[in-house]
Nanobody, 125 residues
Framework: QVRLAESGGGSVQAGGSLRLSCAVS????????MGWFRQTPGQEREGVAA????????RYADSVKGRFIISQDAPNNTLYLQMNNLLPEDTAIYYC??????????????????WGQGTQVTVSS
């Protein structure tokens, strides 16, 4: 059983940066897909970034390419999301997730099995 806990959210002005952390306990998913997702009220959860922990291959949503970086620190059981040049439309609750299966559609929330509780990110203009 993988347990996930996000931290690092907060309030920033547009153009600022935040780094989200996801502490992983239970066991480190060494050959799994892990991802960051976000959700705003009334909207479906959307995939932001994903990483295959076996080889650090990554995928990003078009809306965050060039601004966000997903990374892993396996020895410290932590997943990160570095968010730069934040925009007001990045405001959301951010979740980390892990997936037991490997395949296509890395950013599809429905394919992920384990979720954290979320952390709020608010970007003001």
């Amino acid at each position: 059983q993988v347990r996930l806990a996000e931290s690092g959210g907060g309030s920033v002005q547009a153009g600022g940066s935040l780094r989200l952390s996801c502490a992983v306990s239970g066991y480190w998913p060494s050959r799994h897909l892990m991802g960051w997702f976000r959700q705003t009220p009334g909207q479906e959860r959307e995939g932001v970034a994903a990483i295959y922990t076996g080889d650090d291959d990554t995928r990003y949503a078009d809306s965050v390419k060039g601004r966000f970086i997903i990374s892993q620190d396996a020895p410290n059981n932590t997943l990160y999301l570095q968010m730069n040049n934040l925009l007001p439309e990045d405001t959301a609750i951010y979740y980390c997730a892990a997936r037991r299966t490997y395949g296509d559609t890395w950013l599809a929330p429905s394919l992920y099995n384990y979720w954290g509780q979320g952390t709020q990110v608010t970007v003001s203009s």
